[in-house]
């Protein structure tokens, strides 16, 4: 599986943006899907996830009510609806895939990982 994430830009703080994470393989579709993030300076740190049928999603405390994690299993796409965005949430975003524990929020549990898209929040 390979995962193509896109959608990030510069944007004002309050602004929304949305991102998308693009699977090859049929298998995407059984598979939890998430998104992290890193800013500079910091440690990758865990956004959202959604399961593979899109059951209720996990969120981080930080975007919990702010951020939307779909996915799309008939177009491989997971996506990324971000409002009200802050300067805090500047960073670059990968989208992961493959959880191989129940613990979502944790990196290294996934399998595979996009290459990262750049969000960058003006105040």
């Known amino acids: 599986v390979q995962l193509q994430a896109s959608g990030g830009g510069l944007v004002q703080a309050g602004n929304s943006l949305r991102l998308s994470c693009a699977a090859s393989?049929?298998?995407?579709?059984?598979?939890?899907v998430a998104w992290f993030r890193q800013a500079p300076g910091n440690e990758r740190e865990f956004v959202a996830a959604?399961?593979?049928?899109?059951?209720?999603?996990t969120y981080a405390d930080s975007v919990k009510g702010r951020f939307t994690i779909s996915r799309d299993n008939a177009k491989n796409t997971a996506y990324l609806q971000m409002n009200s965005l802050e300067p805090e949430d500047t960073a670059v975003y990968y989208c992961?895939?493959?959880?191989?524990?129940?613990?979502?929020?944790?990196?290294?549990?996934?399998?595979?990982w996009g290459q990262g898209t750049l969000v960058t929040v003006s105040s």
């Open positions: 959604s399961s593979w049928n899109g059951g209720i999603p």
């Open positions: 393989g049929r298998a995407f579709r059984s598979y939890t």
């Open positions: 992961a895939a493959q959880a191989r524990s129940s613990d979502v929020r944790r990196d290294k549990v996934y399998g595979y």
